[in-house]
């Protein structure tokens, strides 16, 4: 009952008659992951659709240098999924991992595409979801052209690790790179390097321009 409480609070599945609804819950499966847990790894082919019913779930960019980058968070409501899902065999281009004790509740994709091929306002929904961050992610590139005309950059994390200068200090072209996350209002946004977060502040960044 707890379970169809949280679905019909979300509106991608909030329009779906008894009879989807049932399909729905009958190929749903709960999980839970403890805090730091990883749902899924980077270059792994995850077909799955998930909504977070608690929680917190983020994900990680892993360069080939051994960074990381949490790209975005997601809370309690939020519906996401992994590439494959909709591009057959095709790898996650980041990692899934718990930031707190969650809980989600998950589809395999051949459980629920006959249920999307079936009920249009079932995919129109998620289809108005997808172009949403499609749009945030259009958003973060025009900002992006933005960053060079601020000289000054405060609420995110760099460190000698990530930036890879003796003396720690961020040049501006890195502060651009690593701190965009936090500077756009993302949710979370920090260089993570072996992951542990960094704690110091860069100086002015104009100083080094």
Same mark, same amino acid.
């Given at each position: ?29 709960? %999980? %839970?992951? =403890? ?17 977070? &019913?608690? +929680?917190?779930? /983020? =994900?990680? &960019?892993?360069?080939?240098e051994g960074r990381s980058l949490i790209l975005a968070d997601f809370r ?6 992994? #590439? ?11 990692? *899934? ?10 589809? &395999?994709? @051949?459980? *629920?595409?006959?249920? *999307?091929?079936?009920? +249009?306002?079932?995919?129109? @929904? *998620?289809?108005?979801?997808?172009? $949403? ?12 052209? &933005?960053?060079?005309? /601020?000289? $000054?950059?405060?609420?995110? #994390?760099?460190? $000698? ?17 690593? +701190? ?9 946004? @920090? ?7 960094? $704690?110091?502040?860069? @100086? ?6």
């Amino acid at each position: 009952m707890d379970n169809i409480k949280t679905l019909l609070q979300n509106s991608i599945f909030s329009a779906l008659n008894d009879s989807d609804l049932d399909s729905l819950i009958t190929n749903m499966q709960s %999980r %839970r992951y =403890a805090e730091g847990e990883w749902l899924v790894q980077q270059g792994d082919v995850w077909p799955h659709l998930f909504l977070l &019913k608690s +929680g917190e779930v /983020i =994900a990680v &960019k892993e360069s080939f240098e051994g960074r990381s980058l949490i790209l975005a968070d997601f809370r309690a409501g939020d519906i996401f999924w992994g #590439l494959a899902f909709f591009l057959e065999d095709n790898p996650m281009p980041a990692s *899934l991992q718990a930031s707190q004790d969650s809980e989600i509740l998950i589809w &395999k994709r @051949e459980e *629920l595409l006959p249920l *999307l091929l079936r009920n +249009g306002s079932l995919s129109w @929904e *998620l289809s108005r979801l997808m172009i $949403r961050r499609v749009q945030l992610a259009s958003d973060i590139v025009d900002q992006l052209e &933005k960053l060079a005309k /601020i000289t $000054r950059w405060e609420c995110f #994390l760099t460190c $000698r690790s990530c930036t890879g200068l003796s003396d720690g200090r961020a040049t501006l072209d890195q502060t651009v790179f690593w +701190g965009w996350p936090c500077l756009l209002g993302m949710h979370r946004g @920090e260089c993570r390097h072996n992951g542990e977060p960094s $704690r110091e502040q860069p @100086e002015d960044a104009s100083e080094k321009s």
